[in-house]
């Protein structure tokens, strides 16, 4: 039965290739018919065919939200996608205390911070703090590992200085806000500071958050990026990993 | 305790009319077979497949001999005398009618007694088989474990078994206890059974045996991969309520929607037809251990939930004396309601509470059906949800057995793969989430909800009292369930309807309706 | 402010012209990072930039579901829409009787019915019955109106037959399964009974259903479509007044 | 009568201790003054607008005599002072000081009582005004009145105020009764407050006077067109806690983000400067009639909701009690808790609605401020939905007043205007399907709900107890608030903290703290 063709996927709502999606939005017009058949011409023009408009509402005088179904027409080849991944093993907290006894064997340092105005403490915190997250230990507990979480609103300056001071291995940030893409400029100019101090080779750098891919990260000039749902093996991992791939020991 | 301040009293009188309302139709029943009826002795005696027009044998069979006016014995002594007389098993009789090589009414005729006892040696190994059916259950149960309850209850309707296949799998995986699989539209209106595996219905796949086993291997074997007993359901209701109900004991099915008056006001089959139908297919439910779903909920998408709650639980009273005449047991009386106030309704909620908690404190035993929103529901697939979450939380404040899950696209179209994961992620985040809030809260002396599930008890009992006097086909016939009137001669499948003789034979009925647990 | 260009809308999330739209769907492919990769490069198809995946879950083997956001590129004319609609004023319960005593002076017939397999009775009872639907009372009260309503499950063919004993005004019929589009044969053939019995120019014939509108209706050959949250005064309104109109009185 | 059997004891044991907390601080507090305070008794006094560099004129005049050691007397002696002698108002004299023209420190002094006098009729003025706004929003409530409780609070946070009148104008047709504007990150740490109509912020929109005026009157007229005074709320913590609160009096805003401890604990301002600032602040809003709303759900976005629950009901205690002492009524304490628990919890709900309950109890007469889940939500708007509609039906369980709406989007991003519109809907729909189940049921004798409810009071009397020995200050210093630690010298602000001198004189600090109602 099920015999699908990777190379042209569709959505699907209960039969291979139905297309069948849902979308919901917001036009800046009366509610009406005439608000109705502006939100089907909107679906047409994104490639989606039998629109149909299930709801319709005035949202406050001048906008109308709009709940609708369709059928994609465009098909996407799944079997030509890849996906740059953090390249590395996840061991348990027993097994990155072993590889950095067997192969590192000694400390390793890593500071982090939520840089910026960034307040947001929790994320860093899961992956830092001796409690950890969903009972998921953080990196204070490790052994063989020395944790420095400098907290939020740190500024990029002060965290370099800090790095250089305690002699980092590795640099971790986290950024929580994302709007009006806030983020960017912030990584950015923390990746020209480490640069500018002629440290870039000499440590990771690593960028984390809700809305933060690895993708994203390496565009960045970080070494890898950690999405929603990260636990601190997960970073543990890559970075002592990557120390030895790169002869960081 | 009664938390709702019930007189028992009253139930207890309810309950006595409606026996009286139950105990005189039966009489009619007693009097009666039907075509269908006729059909499924035959198909329990081992008689399948369809001629080249794609007819069912047992059509074929049942049709030659009430053409000739002479099913008032019942096909089983048709069967059972051409055995003894050909020396042939029942399916090869069947196509030797079929074939024109026999013709039953016109060979000679055996010794009733001989006759008899050679149909119940065949009738055995069916018993056998669905006692079989019955025990595999039971084990799968006991080893595998089911969900606790209430019990996840999602629909698959894509027309194709395949697809459904898919869908269920999915489904179960994501947590579902209780797969359905809708029929297509207005299949309940033929008069024969289709055959095979399909794969074209219209907002659902037609109910064929084949289907039956399909989908049954499919979730035994998703079942061993989740670690539970994932439950069957099909309808019975219809013009072949038996014969469906017969399938479903041989494909050990888990559950069949199945009403005493479901097809006279929803679908517009003659009553004598439905009432002698429903007879045969619940001492077939009874005896496969079965669970029945009742379709009580269906008054409230058509009249209103405020007006008309009475009429629901005057229903159920009904249905659970038919029931127990059927030799079902309690806990297999998957009684129906529905969550169909309106969202406007100030302090609904509540009203809905009422009525919930009084079903669950007046049928204690049954795992009771308890259907979503459907009525209000409107393409605001965001609403939709939160209705159903509402409707999921009277569920678990009230302890449902069986809950039917409500879908954000119910106003839209049948469910999507999505909508269904949304649906179950919904009840499974309610439930756990207010587990054992039912236990933990009580209701306030004669406020609002004690009152109105009083209230109710009072119209169903009055409902109920006047049933009585006037007898159930009248009050049908006066439109005063669903506001739905149906006259006693109206209505599809009266001439399927047949007298018995006093010669008649059915070797099921009295090997049945002991019951499983009997034996 | 509020300047906008009605000739060049595009969704509204916070901001005009943000273009913030919601999505979701299920692809049949396993969950992971290359099926929200392949959900991004559909979104993007459909002309939506800055797909974000805001949540991707396995449902059920092989499936993952799939909720995003992102901005819309495509704008709509929304001056230049013209929805065709129902062209007559809505009168209620007593402006419809006054108006047939006055300009038809005679009752008007109009038969209903759920047709073909369609089992559905609500939505035509609630323009038909004496009781309405939503506190607006049906036809069958209307003075001046005899209503004559079939049921559901009425075949075309009994339907038609019925209006010529009558001598009906106008046939009104209801559709609610539309699955699989169902509906369409169905109500075609409806009109094909009618122009093979020579009727077509001597009644009104009207649809209505929930994913029933006018412009489908018109396109059928009926002479109207009502769709959800339609009262019986607004087919009543709307079969006089045509009457009229056509001289049909 | 409690439907969660409180020891009331227990509950006045924690208020006394609570009470001899804030006592303690207190005479810290009276002991100081800061630099946002002095520039609020320039802004009550008149003083407004920026410098070429865009610096705002209180700054202006408050750095000027900060650095030359001599805010110890306070501003509203130098401002005296120099009307005294230039004959002109304080904004002419703080647009002198700006050109350099005047030299506040280095004119002649007056007499001390004259100088006295002078201030207090300027002062009396401003006291007018307020009073006036006060009236006006009794009246309003008065003649157009409002919406039912909980009443549907929203936040808007495009950056841009006319945008945010837009998002504002529809919430409150869609039927909000509260818009909050929320601030742009990180003003919390300015300490000044910036000047005229904003359109670019992060997350938020400044909060100036200008914006609080606009935002007002566009309140007002949606206002008349709905028939519902719509409240508007603004943050007044951080490092120009009074300032803002004087800018709400003046422009009638009716809540205010007000917490004695918010400051320290998430935005590591200075715990003296926090404490004094805070004061003077609740002063204000007390005699303005504002509403204020303290922080306590911020500990659960932090720290885990079950087990640092006895935390918000100790600072809630705390927070009452410097509300008490700066003159506010109980009918103005929208104390802050919020429905953070992890929905994966059995039976969470339970736990949640103990705590809500709790709050209702221990706290009659205040009208609570809800918070919805935020840590907990997830990019999944589907559940998102749902989990808010479980807040909404704690919040109708029991009788909270004031209801920060959940957003679906909550993870992903600032509410669109259909984010807005569907999470009013939720909170419509519940509110009113469920408006008397709080009336309604009653909590079982020693269950789940109960016990949770009396867990948490003893914690909470506990952990005052020992604040009570060890100091609010070093409890701080601990981090036994959310998990963070504060030292008491460190964090933002500290400098702008002034030993007040016996002679120093804040006209506001007496006429208000009588309250309006005392006059
Ligand atoms: C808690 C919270 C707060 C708390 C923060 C308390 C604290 N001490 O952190 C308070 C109330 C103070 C707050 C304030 C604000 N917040 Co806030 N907040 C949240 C909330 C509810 C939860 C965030 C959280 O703690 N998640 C739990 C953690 C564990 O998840 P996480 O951060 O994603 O971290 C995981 C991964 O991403 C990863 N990770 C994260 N960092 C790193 C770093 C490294 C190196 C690695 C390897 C991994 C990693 O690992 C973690 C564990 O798996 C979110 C909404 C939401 N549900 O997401 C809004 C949210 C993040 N906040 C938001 C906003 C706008 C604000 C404010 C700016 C609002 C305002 N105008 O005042 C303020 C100001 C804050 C500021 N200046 O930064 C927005 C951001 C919108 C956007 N996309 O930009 C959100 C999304 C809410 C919303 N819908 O508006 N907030
Ligand atoms: C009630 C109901 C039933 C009841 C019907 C009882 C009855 N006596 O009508 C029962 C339980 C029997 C039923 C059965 C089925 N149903 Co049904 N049912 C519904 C439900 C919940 C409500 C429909 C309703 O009554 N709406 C209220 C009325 C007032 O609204 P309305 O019909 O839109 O009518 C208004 C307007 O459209 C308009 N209007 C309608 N007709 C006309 C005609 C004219 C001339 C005019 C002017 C106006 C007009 O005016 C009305 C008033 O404003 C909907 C889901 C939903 N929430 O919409 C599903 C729904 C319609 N059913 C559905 C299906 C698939 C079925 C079945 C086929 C399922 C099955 N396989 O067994 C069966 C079989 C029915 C059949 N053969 O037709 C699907 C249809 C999917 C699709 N788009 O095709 C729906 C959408 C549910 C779903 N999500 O799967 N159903
Ligand atoms: C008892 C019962 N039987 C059958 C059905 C549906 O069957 P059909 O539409 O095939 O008649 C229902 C529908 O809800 C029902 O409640
Ligand atoms: C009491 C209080 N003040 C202020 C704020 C937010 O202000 P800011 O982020 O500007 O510090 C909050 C946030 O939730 C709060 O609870």
Redesign the pocket.
Known sequence: MNNIDFTRIKPYGDTYNDGKIQLSFTLPVPYGEEAKEAGKKLLEKMGIEEPQITHAEEAGTGFTFIVAYGVVSHTVDYSAIEVPKVDSEVMDKYGVEDFIKEKIKRDVVIV?A?TG???????????MNMKG??GHYGLERYGGIEAVNMG??VPNEELVARAIELGADAI?????????D??IPNLTNLIELIEAEGLRDRMLV???????GHELAVELGYD????????AE??ASYVVQEMVKRGLV | MSKLGLDFKLVEEARQSARNIALDIQGLIDQHTSVTVERTVARLLGVDGVDPLDRPLPNVLVDKINSEGRLDLGIAYYLGNAMLHTGQEPQTIAEMVMKEELDLTRIPTHDFDEVKKKVLEVAQKTMVRIRKNRADREDFLRTLGEGPKPYLYVIVATGNIYEDVNQAKAAARQGADIIAVIRSTAQSLLDFVPYGPTTEGFGGTFATQENFRIMRSALDEVGQEVGRYIRLVNYASGLCMPEIAAMGALERLDVMLNDALYGILFRDINMKRTLVDQFFSRVINGYAGIIINTGEDNYLTTADAIEEAHTVLASQLINEQFALLAGLKEEQMGLGHAFEMNPKTENGFLLELAQAQMAREIFPNAPLKYMPPTKYMTGNIFKGHVQDALFNMVSIMTNQGIQLLGMLTEAIHTPFLQDRALAIENAKYIFNNMRDLGEEITFKENGIIQKRARQVLEDAHHMLKNIEVEGLMETIAQGKFAGVKRPVDGGKGLDGVVVKSDMYFNPFMDLMLGGASRE
Do not use: E, L, N
């Open positions: 982090g939520t105005f960034d307040a947001h403490t929790v994320g860093i915190d899961a992956i997250y969903d939020s609103q971790i940030v986290s950024q929580v806000v994302t709007q009006k806030v983020h690593i960028a984390g958050g809700p809305r933060i890898a990026g950690f999405g929603p749902g990260t636990y997960d970073v």
